[in-house]
Structure formats: structure tokens, C-alpha cells
């Protein structure tokens, strides 16, 4: 027992063979993206050079590493990241002789890929880019480039790359008990509640500032002035609601696998550009 610790604790990699594989996957996890592998490609190129310090002169061993990382892998890049991570980690104790099968190291892919990809994309999609976007979207929206669009993907490629950088040194250096510890506790899932909430009320404040839309329909009452369908009736009901109406129809949509966000981009220009014709709606801007 005594000798197999020993054996699993020698370091055949460097922190500069990890840095390097984190880089090669950051930029080119989606190069070669297909319906049949997803990021699988990705994957072995991010491992080669580990792959050949590791198993280089050993031509089988090799070939059994190149075949198991050719396997379907998908998950979200960035937080995703500490898989592939700890999975190098189990490579270099295979290397020195451990006993990893195949299955093991597959099976920690695919049994994290999923649950960590939702967590990317709720921290991502749904929190990091909504905040992001409520405090450049207005420079944009007045002509400021490098305000707006260029702000917006400067922070954005700093903070995510921060973030993935710092993952996949912890996923190398705690391995998949440290994954399994986080997964496990409680406060993973008060993290996953508080962006949801916060992405939904960022959303929430980008639909009200800039989703525009109003009626121009009025009613003529006899001896009254006319009354104003938007001002004196939907907005005195509920402020806003055919932007409201707008964005939860558009949700409703993109909830439906059917409609694509193309085809939601078409039904709102073409919907819009009828009933603007027809009178029936206006831009309020």
C-alpha cells in the first residue's frame, strides 16, 4: 500500500504542461466541433503534448489514450474545465502506475460533463452576460464602440478566462474528490440560487429599458376627449406590459425546441413590421 501511495504521488508534469493544455482547450475546444464527437477533438489536442510526455514512448499506451479522449465529451468550456483538469491529473497516476482503467477515467467525464455544463451555463448565459450587457448596453445603444460592444467583450473575455484559469489549476491539483466535496455541499446550491435570481431580475431590467413597444389605438367617447388605449388603459393597469408581453411570449418560444432563436427572429420582425403597418403597434422610443 505503502509503495502504490508512492507511486501515485510522483509528478511526471510540470504547472507549465497543466498552463499549456488550459490554453490549447480555451481556444480551441470548439475548433472541430461536430454532432458526432462534440469537443472530443478538442479535448485531444488540449492532452496531446501531455499525452506524448506521458505515454510517448510507449506506442500501445499511447494509442489507448488517443482512443479513450476521442470519446463524445460536451460540456460549458470554461466551467467544465476542472474535468478535464482532474482528468489529467488521473492520467499522470496512470502513467506512473496507478491502476486507472479507461472506464474510470471516462466515466469521470461523463458523469461531470452534464452537471457542470449546467452550472457554466446558468453562471454564464444566465448571470455573468445580463449583468455584463445592463451596464454596456446603453453606451451601445447611444453610439459609444468602445464603451459598449468593446467594453463588453473585454470584460467578459477577462472575467471568464480568470475564472476557467483558476478552475482548472484547482481541478488538477484537489483531483475529483475536491469536485465531488463542492458538488456535494450545500452551498453550491445557494450559489446556483442566487444567480438565477440575480440573472432574472438583470433580464427583467434589460426587458423594461429596452424593449419598446406601445399602441397608438384610441377610443372616441361621445362628449369626451378621446381615450388613449395605452396611456389611459394599459398603463394604468400594469406599466410596461406590452414589453412584459413581448419578452414572455419570446421566453415562451425559445422554451419550445421547435422554435429556434432564428425562427423567433423572424416571427418578431415580420409580426412586428405587419402590425406596425396595420397600425396597431408603434415603437415608443
Given at each position: 500500500?505503502?509503495?502504490?501511495?508512492?507511486?501515485?504521488?510522483?509528478?511526471?508534469?510540470?504547472?507549465?504542461?497543466?498552463?499549456?493544455?488550459?490554453?490549447?482547450?480555451?481556444f480551441f475546444s470548439h475548433a472541430n466541433y461536430n454532432y458526432e464527437r462534440l469537443q472530443a477533438t478538442g479535448v485531444v489536442h488540449a492532452f496531446?503534448?501531455?499525452?506524448?510526455?506521458?505515454?510517448?514512448?510507449?506506442?500501445?499506451?499511447?494509442?489507448?489514450?488517443?482512443?479513450?479522449?476521442?470519446?463524445?465529451?460536451?460540456?460549458?468550456?470554461?466551467?467544465?474545465?476542472?474535468?478535464?483538469?482532474?482528468?489529467?491529473?488521473?492520467?499522470?497516476?496512470?502513467?506512473?502506475?496507478?491502476?486507472?482503467?479507461?472506464?474510470?477515467?471516462?466515466g469521470l467525464k461523463t458523469g461531470l460533463m452534464g452537471p457542470l455544463a449546467g452550472i457554466g451555463d446558468t453562471l454564464w448565459q444566465g448571470t455573468?452576460?445580463?449583468?455584463?450587457?445592463?451596464?454596456?448596453?446603453?453606451?451601445?445603444?447611444?453610439?459609444?464602440?468602445?464603451?459598449?460592444?468593446?467594453?463588453?467583450?473585454?470584460?467578459?473575455?477577462?472575467?471568464?478566462?480568470?475564472?476557467?484559469?483558476?478552475?482548472?489549476?484547482?481541478?488538477?491539483?484537489?483531483?475529483?474528490?475536491?469536485?465531488?466535496?463542492?458538488?456535494?455541499?450545500?452551498?453550491?446550491?445557494?450559489?446556483?440560487?442566487?444567480?438565477?435570481?440575480?440573472?432574472?431580475?438583470?433580464?427583467?431590467?434589460?426587458?423594461?429599458?429596452?424593449?419598446?413597444?406601445?399602441?397608438?389605438?384610441?377610443?372616441?367617447?361621445?362628449?369626451?376627449?378621446?381615450?388613449?388605449?395605452?396611456?389611459?388603459?394599459?398603463?394604468?393597469?400594469?406599466?410596461?406590459?406590452?414589453?412584459?408581453?413581448?419578452?414572455?411570449?419570446?421566453?415562451?418560444?425559445?422554451?419550445?425546441?421547435?422554435?429556434?432563436?432564428?425562427?423567433?427572429?423572424?416571427?418578431?420582425?415580420?409580426?412586428?413590421?405587419?402590425?406596425?403597418?396595420?397600425?396597431?403597434?408603434?415603437?415608443?422610443?
Amino acid at each position: 500500500m505503502e509503495q502504490t501511495a508512492e507511486i501515485k504521488k510522483e509528478k511526471l508534469l510540470t504547472k507549465r504542461d497543466v498552463v499549456k493544455a488550459f490554453w490549447r482547450w480555451t481556444f480551441f475546444s470548439h475548433a472541430n466541433y461536430n454532432y458526432e464527437r462534440l469537443q472530443a477533438t478538442g479535448v485531444v489536442h488540449a492532452f496531446s503534448p501531455i499525452l506524448k510526455k506521458l505515454y510517448g514512448k510507449d506506442e500501445d499506451e499511447m494509442k489507448s489514450a488517443l482512443e479513450r479522449h476521442m470519446q463524445f465529451f460536451n460540456t460549458e468550456p470554461s466551467f467544465g474545465g476542472p474535468i478535464l483538469a482532474m482528468t489529467i491529473a488521473m492520467e499522470e497516476e496512470r502513467a506512473s502506475g496507478a491502476d486507472i482503467s479507461d472506464q474510470t477515467i471516462n466515466g469521470l467525464k461523463t458523469g461531470l460533463m452534464g452537471p457542470l455544463a449546467g452550472i457554466g451555463d446558468t453562471l454564464w448565459q444566465g448571470t455573468l452576460i445580463p449583468i455584463l450587457l445592463s451596464f454596456t448596453l446603453p453606451f451601445g445603444a447611444k453610439g459609444n464602440i468602445f464603451m459598449g460592444p468593446v467594453l463588453f467583450f473585454a470584460l467578459h473575455w477577462i472575467i471568464m478566462t480568470v475564472i476557467a484559469y483558476f478552475l482548472w489549476i484547482q481541478g488538477y491539483e484537489q483531483g475529483k474528490e475536491g469536485i465531488q466535496k463542492m458538488m456535494a455541499g450545500g452551498r453550491l446550491s445557494y450559489i446556483m440560487t442566487f444567480s438565477q435570481t440575480l440573472g432574472a431580475i438583470v433580464i427583467g431590467s434589460l426587458a423594461a429599458n429596452f424593449v419598446k413597444i406601445a399602441t397608438p389605438l384610441s377610443v372616441h367617447l361621445s362628449g369626451k376627449e378621446n381615450l388613449s388605449i395605452q396611456t389611459d388603459v394599459l398603463d394604468a393597469l400594469v406599466k410596461g406590459i406590452l414589453p412584459l408581453g413581448v419578452t414572455l411570449l419570446t421566453y415562451y418560444l425559445l422554451k419550445h425546441k421547435k422554435y429556434t432563436p432564428t425562427k423567433v427572429l423572424v416571427i418578431q420582425i415580420v409580426g412586428g413590421a405587419i402590425l406596425a403597418a396595420i397600425g396597431l403597434i408603434v415603437n415608443s422610443i
